[in-house]
């Protein structure tokens, strides 16, 4: 089965950076695609970024030209990079991947990692 495992969060203030990572295993990590959410406390969970196999990117609107998520198949890892941060910014984030087992399709999450932007 995935198992994804996040890392890379922590405090900092506003307008810094931060780069989290998310390490994949028990799958073929370069045919998935991976995204990352992120849930603040009181709202629901949120898309923040998706990266495919071939690479191509989508994003939140309210995160464009600030994060940017990529991929090192190498590595079976993907990566958001995180720049200008804001305090709204601040969250638990979680790294994605879907996994077909039999005919079902199952949302796997990692643990998360909290992100906490002070202002």
């Known amino acids: 089965q995935v198992q994804l495992v996040e890392s890379g969060g922590g405090l900092v203030q506003a307008g810094g950076s931060l780069r989290l990572s998310c390490a994949a295993s028990g799958t073929i990590f370069s045919k998935k695609y991976m995204a990352w959410y992120r849930q603040a406390p009181g709202k629901q969970r949120e898309l923040v970024a998706g990266i495919s196999s071939g690479g191509d990117t989508n994003y939140a609107d309210s995160v464009k030209g600030r994060l940017t998520i990529s991929r090192d198949n190498a590595k079976n890892t993907v990566y958001l990079q995180m720049n200008t941060l804001k305090p709204e910014d601040t969250a638990v984030y979680y790294c994605?991947?879907?996994?077909?087992?039999?005919?079902?399709?199952?949302?796997?999450w990692g643990q998360g990692t909290q992100v906490t932007v002070s202002s």
């Open positions: 994605n991947t879907q996994e077909l087992r039999g005919s079902i399709l199952y949302n796997v």
